[in-house]
């Protein structure tokens, strides 16, 4: 984790009582902002939290899947297997969501998710990662709208899981959700992973030494 960062829970102090959703006030917890290492090479971003990220606070990590999502990034080496399961240690990684507050009953509208877009642009100026990890179908279209320049209905999270598209200022590297997802595609993202390790993906963009 990076030396200067003193919380993991949304470490860069955004608002947890937002009222930009007022049909979302009534129903949310918490305000589910991002969690993580601020100054990681890796920024994943999930869909609205569910349930028990609603509970947790934490995004993706308690809701369907996340006990897959925790494995893949143990496997990857982004989180430490000892670490609590109601608190990952993550190292050189940072989860997000294009939307903070849950809903029951239904997921969050395009308004809804256009007013935590500032949310989402912040973290990622701040943390400037080399590499964005949409999770899941919806993810993929929020972060190809803004930051690719093909459109969002020529990538599919099916056809691009677990491959590399350049964008603009980020690679994108795809990942289906995890709550969907078979062992084979599993192995196949950490296999994935493994050959970006590998490789030079460190851009120059004025990063801090980690």
Request: aromatic share 6%; charged share 30%.
């Amino acid at each position: 984790m990076d030396a200067n960062q003193l919380e993991t829970s949304n470490p860069f102090g955004m608002d947890d009582d937002c009222r930009n959703c007022p049909a979302l006030c009534e129903t949310r917890e918490h305000v589910v902002h991002g969690y993580g290492d601020v100054g990681a090479d890796f920024l994943f971003v999930v869909d609205a939290p569910g349930a028990g990220a609603d509970q947790s606070g934490i995004p993706a990590f308690h809701d369907a899947g996340g006990d897959r999502f925790r494995r893949i990034l143990e496997r990857c080496m982004l989180c430490a297997s000892a670490s609590p399961k109601n608190e990952p240690d993550l190292s050189n990684a940072y989860v997000t969501s294009i939307a903070r507050c849950h809903h029951p009953e239904r997921d969050p509208t395009d308004e809804e998710v256009g007013n935590c877009e500032p949310y989402l642009n912040a973290e990622l100026r701040m943390i400037n990662p080399e590499i964005l990890v949409p999770v899941g179908e919806r993810a993929l279209a929020e972060i190809a709208e803004e930051y690719t320049t093909t459109a969002a209905s020529e990538l599919g999270v099916d056809d691009h899981h677990a491959t590399s598209i350049r964008g603009r200022g980020f690679e994108l590297a795809p990942m289906k959700s995890p709550a969907a997802m078979t062992d084979d595609d599993e192995q196949s993202f950490v296999e994935f992973f493994a050959e970006l390790m590998a490789s030079d993906y460190r851009q120059t963009k004025g990063r801090r030494e980690r």
